[in-house]
């Protein structure tokens, strides 16, 4: 069902015009030149905005194609919309080349267009044919025909009176075949890649295809040459409604554009409706004027007829008077005189018996019904609007408005008595023509100056909101990437902290379980290494814990060291007895090196923990049999100075800062972290320094592996 409705649209115009073709008595004639300017300017100004900025925010990330599709659209509509400015009777009087190059090339330029999007396979455009030249070239052309036909329009008269008609059906043959042409290419694209895009636009060539033929081959002003203006408009919001909906993901938001967009389009329609409002009121205006001028002629033209009679004259002295040679000698002066074109005396019956044109005399009055009321005493003026032109092509009708007047005729002296005849007086008002062009584009220009001036103003404070919203979105993109980012680090960081704490965990509870097995008493000291392995495990455990929390509470600003005079000597010398059975369940060796006496203000229980984080570290890092710990102590400058090296694998330059931050290790050559860890032992170590006023590093140790310096004030004089 969908498939046959897609074909009865895609058909539907070319079904229209064949049956127009077949009853031409059907094809209805709608002469309505304004109604053309109106629509037509707008809806080509709007499409050519939209195409142009929608081709600007499709860039790089659309298919060439479809950036050449909407370039096409947007040489569509400013082609189009001098065809529509040029349309005679709006705001020109005259007939204008451009009203017909317009629209041949309206079509001519999107199918060459349309014909190279066509030529993009599945590897794309041809190397000779770039897309941006491509759009450039095209830019280039509109702008070069807008110049020539708002400059030099007699160029394109020259060709149309000397090339004629085989310009014209050339231009017709070359704009169906490339319309052919890119029917067929984009059907062969929607055939590859099943896109909605490339659907819409193969579709859309149909169409513009078919008006082609509507608008070279039928007669202007009737239903089936209004059909390619459908087509046009229809195809139109087809395509950008399908581009639009396809790239909305890919392109950011900017409120710049769409202002821009929006505020063009609104300031044109109100534009025209100003202009259209204008007009309608400066014609009541000047119709006034005019009305009551001519008025105001025929009052003293019809008292020079009752002057010439008696004062008791009737219909048949009226007559007499008519058929006086020299009657008819005076009137021409004094019609000329009064600027009058045509006047003519019509007796109680309404037929001419005297007139400015011989050939009038003996004819009933045009307007029966002014007349009537013309002869019971009212004086009427009415301005004649021009009739339709029954041209079947672009020229203006060469009749221009009039303006008529029926006033009474009296006798001499009896101007209150019965009315012996109507006096009939005729004026061209062609100058109400350019009038009324002038009042048109007059409104046109105010609006749009108008609206441009209010456009511009508040361009200036969509501009500051739109770095404001851009700011914001980027702000928010940031933060919603380090919202990820911290998501995928509490992922992480949980990953860690469960794996951490599940070995000591497991060791614990290990031991309990083969603390039953070891009974006797020859095994006691089986039961004691396993009851130490728990107590160790714990240990762990409670350290992991611990980490955990201090970071949190120093960088909340919740833990306050608690400074004491410090034996650090015996402080430093404590690592050997925690970290000595290790060692030498390892076969590690670890040295302490502290001169004695050595005493600072510190808190004892955070930089205690620094150092067998440290340690630990250094024991991690370490291979069995194999590793060398030092731990040393010293002073200088009022500063102490503690250092742990070891013979380890060492730690790339461009990670010597970066593992004192949060969750990260320092990894293996393979890129590896070498244990697995929750990364925050260094982070707690360089916090703790810092509450100390100190700084924290690491470095290449003399023969190789790692050496951890820390510093810390003396007393707490130097903080």
Known sequence: MKRLLVIATLVAPGAGLLWFTLRPATDASYNLPLFHFYVVTFITFSAAVISILLSVALGPAAQPRHRLAATAFAVIGSIFFSHGLATPGALIDHFHPAVQWSAWLTLFGGGAIFAIAGLETARGMPRWLPVRQVIYAAAAGTVLYTAVAALTPQWLTFIDSNVAPLHKNSIFVITLALWLFAAMGLWRAWRRTRSRVDGALAFVACWLAQATVSMHLFTVWRFSWWIYHIALLVSFLVTAYILAAEYEQVRQFRLMPYFVAISLIATALLALAASALFTQFSYGTLTDEVERAISNSADRLAGDVSQELPGTAGPQDLEALAQDPAFGRTMGFRRMGLQITEMAIYDAQGIAIFASRPEDVGLPADDPAEFAATQAGATTAEVQPPPDPNSPGYSASLN?????????????????????????????????DQAIQRARLTGLIIAALTMGLLLAALLIVVRRADRIITARTEELGHAYSDLR?????????????????????????????????????????????????????????????????????????????????????????????????????????????????????????????????????????????????????????????????DNGEGIADEQKERIFQKFVQAPNANTTPARKGTGLGLAFCRLVVELHGGQIWAQDAPGGGSEFVFWIWRSRDGL
Not at 413 to 421: E, L, N, R, V
Request: hydrophobic content about 45%; overall charge negative.
């Open 400 to 432: 221009h408005y009039s303006v008529e007047a029926y006033v009474p005729i009296y006798a001499a002296g009896a101007p209150s008595g019965p009315a012996i005849g109507v006096l009939s007086v005729w004026q061209d008002a062609s100058s109400l």
């Open 485 to 645: 980012q911290a998501e995928g680090m509490r992922d992480d960081l949980t990953y860690m902290i469960v794996h951490d704490l599940r070995n000591p965990l497991a060791a614990i509870l290990g031991s309990l379980d083969l603390l039953p097995t070891f009974g006797t008493a020859e095994q006691a000291a089986m039961r004691l290494r396993m009851v130490d392995n728990a107590r160790s495990a714990g240990q762990r455990m409670n350290g992991l814990i611990d980490d955990l929390l201090a970071v949190g509470k120093i960088e909340a600003g919740e833990l306050k060291p608690n400074f004491l005079p410090t034996d650090v000597s015996a402080l430093v010398a404590a690592r050997l007895e925690a970290f000595g059975p290790q060692a030498a369940a390892d076969k590690k060796t670890i040295s302490i090196v502290c001169p004695p006496g050595l005493v600072a203000e510190l808190d004892s229980s955070l930089i205690s923990r620094v150092l067998d984080n440290l340690v630990s570290n250094a024991m991690k890092y370490t291979e069995p049999e194999e590793g060398v710990i030092a731990v040393s102590a010293t002073a200088d400058d009022g500063r102490i100075a503690f250092s742990v090296r």
